[in-house]
């Protein structure tokens, strides 16, 4: 492979985004690595947004990009909708935290309780993050056991209690900053065999909850088998653990109803955030009303329980609910999610032929509104005709990367004008159409043919 700094790629990159340079220079002084989301990072810098709307954004240099970063999957109806947009104006002139309840707290529970089947009770957070931390609490404290059963590589937040085994450390092990009697709490299991689940749950008496991205591991990265849901709810029910359904992503993109109504998988908690706050920060657990009633005093009194402790200062807060409303009634009355889906499938599938026309053996696949590249790090024998991510494990398809060979797509793409993830993939709003999809084969095309020149594909 050439070096960067010979690369085409990358001095196009350079060419179009100085002033994306400029300011990464200066972060770089403020703000640890110039980041503040570790899924930002791109080399040799990222690009620095100014503004969006619909389907695409622009940066600070002027460029124009067809975005599938989507606010990380939080925007299904796109950038700045109008009926948002209206939502957030007229709330933020009547004040942004009241420290008070609200009527617009009282709708966003009800649509949310209408959409998700297993909304028995809806409880705000303010971030995914919050949502599955209070989800563990309220499993452990229901249960009365320590023990929760998590997938290697599925990703529930950054607190203590999940970080091991979701990002890194996928032997169990103990990253830095988080206490080894914290992990120890966490039975770390495969998410390809329900026959280990089955057997640790019938083996133990300890374990409260068995919690896993209802996607696979990184919304659909390594997809779960056919029948490891319904088999995880079945042996959940029979051994009376709570099953936790992290629909972070899933959550009304999947479906109106998520994951769980899409595959008729019905848990006892769910997560929720991204699009359940529409777009703006907030997360929520909702679930069976005798789990969710332990945060209600009386309740929790009549059932013999403790009530279960839960603040924060942003739960609920005026202008996400705002947003909230105004998104969460749209999933409810548009096929706001087919539309995204179709979409996603024309690109799935224009990105397949391109593969299969430059015979480059990479494979293309993902669910729902989600598309994802494989960029085959080891060298298999892969046809992208044929391509089937069941086919191989976690190691290949998310254990073992290439970064760089990810960075270069990403920044090859973004130098034709289309901004992905950096799995790499992209989350596909209702708002993207057929501009948007011949725009993204084009840019994929060319970074591919511009990849193959530069030694990052083999001929």
């Given at each position: 492979?050439?070096?960067?700094t010979?690369?085409?790629?990358?001095?196009?990159?350079r060419?179009?985004?100085?002033?994306s340079?400029?300011?990464?220079?200066?972060?770089?002084?403020?703000?640890?690595?110039?980041?503040?989301?570790?899924?930002?990072?791109?080399?040799?810098?990222p690009?620095?947004?100014?503004?969006?709307?619909?389907s695409?954004?622009?940066?600070?240099?002027?460029?124009?990009y067809?975005?599938?970063?989507?606010?990380?999957g939080?925007?299904?109806?796109?950038h700045?909708?109008?009926?948002?947009?209206?939502a957030?104006?007229a709330?933020?002139?009547?004040?942004?935290?009241w420290?008070?309840?609200?009527?617009?707290?009282?709708?966003?529970?009800?649509?949310?309780?209408r959409?998700?089947?297993?909304?028995?009770?809806?409880?705000?957070?303010?971030?995914?993050?919050?949502?599955?931390?209070?989800?563990?609490?309220?499993?452990?404290?229901y249960?009365?056991?320590?023990k929760?059963v998590r997938?290697?590589?599925?990703?529930?937040?950054?607190?203590?209690?999940?970080?091991?085994g979701s990002?890194?450390?996928?032997?169990?092990?103990?990253?830095?900053?988080?206490?080894?009697?914290l992990?120890?709490?966490?039975?770390?299991?495969?998410?390809?065999?329900?026959?280990?689940?089955?057997?640790?749950?019938?083996?133990?008496?300890?374990?409260?909850?068995?919690?896993?991205?209802?996607?696979?591991?990184?919304?659909?990265?390594?997809?779960?088998?056919?029948?490891?849901?319904?088999?995880?709810?079945?042996?959940?029910?029979?051994h009376?653990?709570?099953?936790?359904?992290?629909?972070?992503?899933?959550?009304?993109r999947?479906?109106?109803?998520?994951?769980?109504?899409?595959?008729?998988?019905?848990?006892?908690?769910?997560?929720?955030?991204?699009?359940?706050?529409?777009?703006?920060?907030?997360?929520?657990?909702?679930?069976?009303?005798?789990?969710?009633?332990q945060?209600?005093?009386?309740?929790?009194?009549?059932?013999?329980?403790?009530?279960?402790?839960?603040q924060?200062?942003?739960?609920?807060?005026?202008?996400c609910?705002?947003?909230?409303?105004?998104?969460?009634?749209?999933?409810?009355?548009e096929?706001?999610?087919?539309?995204?889906?179709?979409?996603?499938?024309?690109?799935?599938?224009?990105?397949?032929?391109?593969?299969i026309?430059?015979?480059?053996?990479?494979?293309?696949?993902?669910?729902?509104?989600?598309?994802?590249?494989?960029?085959n790090p080891?060298?298999?024998?892969?046809?992208?005709?044929t391509?089937?991510?069941?086919r191989?494990?976690?190691?290949?398809?998310?254990?073992?990367r290439?970064?760089?060979?990810?960075?270069?797509?990403?920044?090859?793409?973004?130098?034709?004008?289309?901004?992905?993830?950096?799995?790499?993939?992209?989350?596909?709003?209702?708002?993207?159409?057929?501009?948007?999809?011949?725009?993204?084969?084009?840019?994929?095309?060319t970074?591919?043919?511009?990849?193959?020149?530069?030694?990052?594909?083999?001929?």
């Open positions: 492979m050439q070096a960067l010979n690369s085409r790629i990358e001095t196009e990159y060419v179009r985004t100085t002033r340079a400029q300011l990464y220079a200066e972060a770089c002084a403020v703000i640890p690595a110039g980041l503040t989301h570790d899924s930002r990072t791109l080399l040799p810098y690009i620095y947004a100014a503004r969006a709307a619909g695409r954004k622009w940066d600070v240099d002027g460029n124009e067809v975005d599938y970063f989507g606010g990380h939080a925007l299904l109806l796109g700045a909708h109008p009926a948002v947009v209206e957030v104006q709330q933020v002139t009547q004040g942004t935290h420290g008070s309840s609200h009527e617009a707290e009282v709708r966003w529970a009800e649509l949310v309780h959409l998700i089947p297993s909304a028995g009770r809806v409880r705000f957070t303010a971030s995914g993050t919050e949502a599955s931390h209070l989800a563990l609490r309220l499993a452990r404290a249960t009365g056991k320590p929760v997938f290697v590589g599925h990703f529930h937040g950054w607190h203590d209690q999940v970080a091991a990002m890194s450390h996928f032997d169990g092990s103990v990253p830095a900053g988080i206490p080894a009697t992990v120890e709490q966490t039975i770390l299991l495969p998410a390809d065999d329900i026959g280990v689940v089955t057997e640790t749950l019938r083996s133990r008496d300890d374990i409260a909850a068995v919690i896993l991205e209802a996607s696979g591991a990184s919304w659909g990265m390594v997809p779960l088998p056919e029948g490891f849901l319904a088999g995880l709810r079945a042996v959940t029910k029979q009376r653990v709570v099953l936790i359904l992290d629909e972070v992503i899933t959550g009304f999947w479906s109106r109803g998520g994951a769980q109504a899409r595959f008729g998988v019905i848990p006892d908690l769910t997560v929720l955030a991204k699009i359940v706050a529409g777009g703006l920060p907030g997360g929520a657990v909702a679930g069976r009303a005798d789990i969710m009633d945060l209600d005093p009386a309740a929790a009194k009549k059932a013999g329980r403790e009530k279960i402790g839960h924060g200062t942003f739960n609920s807060n005026p202008l609910a705002a947003a909230a409303v105004a998104t969460l009634s749209i999933v409810e009355r096929d706001v999610c087919d539309r995204a889906e179709a979409t996603t499938d024309q690109i799935r599938a224009g990105m397949r032929q391109v593969l026309d430059e015979n480059v053996p990479w494979g293309i696949y993902g669910d729902a509104s989600a598309f994802l590249i494989f960029q080891n060298g298999l024998d892969i046809d992208p005709a391509f089937n991510p069941l191989h494990g976690f190691k290949e398809l998310k254990g073992v290439n970064a760089n060979l990810s960075h270069r797509l990403r920044i090859a793409m973004l130098a034709n004008g289309v901004d992905i993830m950096g799995a790499p993939g992209g989350l596909v709003s209702a708002v993207h159409g057929a501009e948007d999809v011949a725009r993204t084969l084009e840019a994929f095309r970074s591919v043919r511009w990849m193959k020149t530069e030694g990052d594909i083999a001929a």
